[in-house]
């Protein structure tokens, strides 16, 4: 996968990280220390979506919980022609990604701190994204409340997931069928490595998400769809 990247693209990455790294010595942006580690599991794990069509066709993407800027970040320096939007509703974690992002010198990148509920209903957001990613933030039924708002109909969700995705795509049923969404395929992350098994669940948005959608903060992932 790292044959994917330009020279230049793997530099911007690789201080991506360091810069991370040295962050989260005194704030707690990832688990992941070990550098080596910290490029298979995050930055690697994160470009798993390049191949997809709908990536491939996408100009604005958003990364819901993005985090420590994953997958967000290594897609942006991937593909400086696409748009992105990252959104986290931790603010301190955001703003160290934003001054990671300046320091490598992304321009493609803008950052909104909030929670999905909230800025799903801002009409500057709501369903105006080719492509939403996502990678470790819900259960899939209230990843789907949190998300298919963003996203334009025609346009699809990427939830990347490990290997009990089958439970949760067997829980969200109603919730598709209440927001607008249909599964259209799962495939795998393509690591070798088991410890690694990834999978990324494609759902394309098919038709308009009602109004009360998604309700109000809190709530979807107390009582999930
Ligand atoms: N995507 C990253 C981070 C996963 S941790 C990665 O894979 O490494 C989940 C992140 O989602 C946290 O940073 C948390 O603050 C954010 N999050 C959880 N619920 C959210 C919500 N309702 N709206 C916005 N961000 C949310």
Redo the contacts with the bound molecule.
Sequence with gaps: MNRLLTEEQTKMLESYRDGILEINKSMNL?RVCDPEEFWYK?VLDSMACVGLDCYKDAKKVL??????G??GIPLAVFSPNKEFLL????GK?LKAVEGEAKNIGLQNVSFVH????DLARDSAYRESFDLCV?????FLPVLLE?CLPFIRVGGHLVS?KGPDYAEEIEASSKALKKLGGEIISVESAGLENKELEHYMIVIRKTSPTPKSYPRK?GTPSKSPL
């Design positions: 990832t995050h990364d819901l919980g993005t985090g420590a994953f997958p959104v986290d509703s931790v974690k909030g929670r999905a509920e996502s990678r470790a933030v819900a949190y990347y903060a």
